[in-house]
């Protein structure tokens, strides 16, 4: 399983930017999909999640700015990220593993993740 990122980068307060995670190599069934954030001096941190049985979790700092969905055909998976602001500077990751059926106990358990991508930045100044 290879998870790779893109769609990062520098902007402003108050602009946009969407990150894109490309799976390959993924045969399971169920699936449990999420984006974390890590900013220097400081520990993984859950942004936005899903999982195969439709549900979808946000951590605080996402609630109402961010959005994440996917496209299971393409096995891609988005982060709509709106409003950005100083705070939200990190690199950003996407995380997979597969039993869905602890997943909602607790989304953001990174020890959890058995796949993770190489992450891109994302800088806003």
């Known amino acids: 399983v290879q998870l790779v990122e893109s769609g990062g980068g520098s902007v402003q307060p108050g602009d946009s930017l969407r990150l894109t995670c490309r799976l390959s190599?993924?045969?399971?069934?169920?699936?449990?999909l999420a984006w974390f954030r890590q900013a220097p001096g400081k520990d993984h941190e859950g942004v936005a999640g899903?999982?195969?049985?439709?549900?979808?979790s946000y951590g605080d700092s996402a609630k109402g700015r961010f959005n994440i969905n996917q496209d299971t055909a393409r096995r891609m998976l988005y982060l709509q990220m709106n409003n950005l602001q100083h705070e939200d500077t990190a690199m950003y990751y996407c995380?997979?593993?597969?039993?869905?059926?602890?997943?909602?106990?607790?989304?953001?358990?990174?020890?959890?993740?058995?796949?993770w991508g190489q992450g891109t930045q994302v800088t806003v100044s």
């Open positions: 995380a997979a593993y597969t039993d869905t059926d602890t997943w909602l106990n607790d989304p953001w358990k990174s020890a959890n993740y058995a796949w």
């Open positions: 899903l999982e195969s049985d439709g549900e979808i």
């Open positions: 190599g993924w045969t399971f069934g169920s699936f449990c």
